[in-house]
């Protein structure tokens, strides 16, 4: 494993879940003797900036100026953000799983209904109101997934093609980053894809993914 592959790993979660949904994966990368964290934060009633400054104050309780991390969904946003606020933490290899980097139309229209706005919580606003942050300098991977089940395929029947149910696939695309591949998952079900857990292990350990691993 190269330097940066051996540094540790911080997984963050998404929209209105908790880091044990992300245990499934933590497991499997433990498993592939990846050093791994998963840190937990209230996504819905804190802002995307006051999330991000609160990831990088759980990195420096664990001593991690210098880490990889893998995010899901709004954790992907939540980790850049932290990138752009804070210079001091150097990320090697970031790992961006399903998140909606250029907008989230799924978002955009759950907005429209009755209380939409409430759920969606004051990340994902501030997100949607704000310009992206820009790619700090490190291997960044994204996997988009292409099965298309999932809430905002049930409430934006126009959600563009292909998507994973919630987020789509050209909502993913990053400038600057190294890799993106597409995998036959649904959002959700990231989660718990061992093929996704896989690509993970290549990206930390190779920075590519397939089949270096």
Known sequence: MSDAGALPVIIVHGLWVQGLVMEYLAYQLKKDSFDVDT??????????????????????????QRLNLVAHSMGGLVAMKMLERTPAITC????LIGTP???????????????GDWLLGRSIREWLEEARPQLRACQAGVI??????????LIGADLPQPHDGVVAVEETAVP????RIEVHVGHTEMLFSSEVARQCGAFLRHGR????Y
Not at 144 to 153: C, H, M, N, Y
Not at 176 to 179: D, P, R, S, V
């Open 39 to 64: 840190w937990s934060y209230p996504t819905m009633h804190q802002t995307l900036s006051e999330n991000a400054d609160h990831l990088a104050a759980y990195c420096y309780s664990l001593g991690l």
């Open 92 to 95: 090697e290899r970031l790992l």
């Open 101 to 115: 980097y250029t907008d989230s139309a799924a978002a955009r229209r759950l907005a429209q209904f009755p209380g």
């Open 144 to 153: 988009a997934g292409t099965r298309g089940i999932g809430l905002g395929a």
């Open 176 to 179: 600057g980053i190294t890799e």
């Open 209 to 212: 993914f397939g089949s270096a």
